[in-house]
């Protein structure tokens, strides 16, 4: 363990010293930042607020994990409770540490989402959110502080870029045909992809030491040994990008689909929405094999990829066939 993630050590110490009371709390946070969570806020964007704006904010979601994803492999660092008896392990990661997913994404979605909105007060609401995702993600010990400071830094790196690149892609993509859409998602989930298979035969080497095997272990009791060396991210997010990304292109071009609706009619959306959602989400992922060969991440890709083109085609398809549009 390196001094730049070391000194974070006692700090998650002290945190934890704080009380137990603070652990449900920090829980109930930290998941505001999960994948299952963005799975069920970011059809709200779609389905109720408006098209085109729930498709960019969800690709550029999948950009920042794609890209988290190689970085993980790239630097290759042990979260906390691997490598230290001195914290407890309050929930539990697979991949490597730095840079922190939750603390990169929350900045993306949140800080994007803050970006747009008018009032001061959700501006400054959803900053307090990225804040306290990122400590909860030390808190619970399942990342050093060098993790999450690293993780907004590369977050708000995305955020200005995509804010600067917002109005100038749409102008571009509105002169493109619908195949050339299509094309240009094919082509950047193929480069989340290249990129994720580059970083991981580049670490291929990389000796995963049998400590933080042990210590892992003996932290979580009766958890699976941890198995970081993975492309499951990359496959995750490539995926579901191209599912989105075709699904809101197919959806906008045929353009009988309206996001505003009543208030019960948007529920009753959701509701069947969420159920087609989970029905793919674990229908398939029981079906699926696991693990960490060609296979599983065939079949990963193409589970996220359903899902990706539920949310952006199929179930607003759905809606208006049900006149609940």
Do not use: C
């Not at 069920?40 to 550029?60: E, H, N, Q, T, Y």
């Not at 697979?94 to 970006?115: D, E, F, I, K, M």
């Not at 509105?174 to 991981?200: E, K, Q």
């Amino acid at each position: 363990m390196t001094p730049l993630l070391e000194w974070g050590i006692p700090v998650i110490a002290w945190l934890q010293g704080l009380g137990a009371w603070l652990t449900p709390i920090m829980q109930a946070v930290t998941f505001l930042g999960d994948e299952q969570f963005y799975l069920l806020i970011l059809p709200i964007l779609l389905w109720w607020v408006d098209i085109g704006l729930g498709i960019r904010i969800g690709l550029a979601l999948l950009l920042s994990a794609g890209l988290n994803g190689v970085l993980k492999l790239v630097f290759g660092t042990p979260r906390p409770y691997w490598v230290s008896d001195q914290v407890r392990a309050l929930s539990s990661g697979s991949t490597y540490g730095v840079p922190s997913g939750h603390a990169q994404n929350a900045v993306v979605l949140w800080g994007r989402l803050a970006v747009m909105v008018k009032a001061s007060w959700l501006k400054w609401a959803m900053a307090i959110l990225i804040v306290l995702i990122g400590f909860s993600r030390n808190y619970l010990a399942v990342h050093f502080p060098t993790d999450v400071i690293v993780g907004w830094g590369i977050g708000l790196l995305l955020l200005w870029a995509l804010v600067a690149l917002d109005e100038p892609v749409r102008k571009r993509l509105a002169r493109m045909s619908v195949a050339g859409r299509i094309a240009m998602v094919f082509l950047l989930s193929l480069a989340i992809i290249a990129l994720g298979a580059a970083a991981f035969v580049g670490t291929a080497n990389r000796i995963l030491p049998d400590s933080w095997i042990a210590q892992a272990a003996a932290a979580v009791p009766g958890s699976d040994p941890i198995e970081p060396q993975s492309m499951a991210d990359s496959i995750t997010a490539a995926g579901t990008l191209l599912g989105l990304g075709i699904g809101g292109v197919l959806l906008l071009d045929w353009g009988k689909f309206q996001p505003r609706a009543r208030f019960w009619v948007l529920l009753v959306r959701y509701v069947i929405g969420v159920a087609g959602l989970l029905g793919i989400y674990i229908g398939l992922s029981a079906l699926f094999p696991g693990g960490h060969n060609f296979l599983a991440y065939t079949l990963r890709f193409i589970r996220y990829a359903a899902l990706g083109f539920w949310v952006a085609y199929l179930a607003p398809r759905l809606f208006v066939l049900l006149r609940l549009s």
